[in-house]
């Protein structure tokens, strides 16, 4: 695969070294202080890179708790949610949640507090096409073999991204081994939050997405 931009201040990837791009680079105070939640129930892809993010998050100071479910349904509560200031939800190939908890995690994003919702290709979007329909009215479907590497571009077309605050200074996205569809919001209507800070750094700077049972991941933020 073809990789631009490489040289000095460029990694292998050709995208930039350093922390300059993540959100919040260069202005740290913004994200002090967070409290970040990730939550998931266990799968057959198995867990994620819990030490990498654990690493990821010390170096820039923001507290990351890890919670992993019972496996048949999902034990998050209020008062733990509202100890957090975002959500890191991890989707699995069955439905967990309840109606009160999409309520609950709605309400939690409402109020001004971040989600990013994990998502893989067919059946691992159960629990998150219901957070992603109550949040924004989108939602996941398929199953498409990918491997590929994308670049930006002004317009959502072939091999290109939009360039957006997620991907400021990313020049090569790849995007994943298998992938599913992430269909655009139908709600137009939908209120939409005023997030109080950026919802999350990015997550693995300039770097694919680690390779895990043959699954890449993808999010929705909120």
Known sequence: MMLGRKG???????????????LGGGDEDRIRGERILLYQVPNVTGPVAEAQLRQMM?????RLDFRYGPGNHCDLTPSELWSYTQLWFVSSEQ????SQQVQL????????????????????????NL?????????????????????????????????????QGVNNLYEGITICTIHPGARSDHPRPEPRRPVVPRLLPGRPAPRRAGHGIHQTLC
């Open 8 to 22: 000095e201040g460029y990694d292998e990837f050709g995208n930039p070294e350093g922390r300059a791009f993540d």
């Open 58 to 62: 010390a170096e820039r100071e923001l």
């Open 95 to 98: 439905v967990t949640l309840s």
């Open 105 to 128: 995690i709605a309400d939690f994003v409402q109020r001004g507090n971040g989600l990013a919702i994990w998502a893989d290709n067919e059946p691992y979007f159960a629990d998150a």
């Open 131 to 167: 957070l992603a329909q109550a949040l924004i009215g989108s939602h996941f479907s398929g199953d498409k073999l990918a491997e590929r590497v994308l670049v930006p571009g002004e317009t959502l077309t072939r091999g290109r991204f939009v360039e957006h605050p997620l991907t």
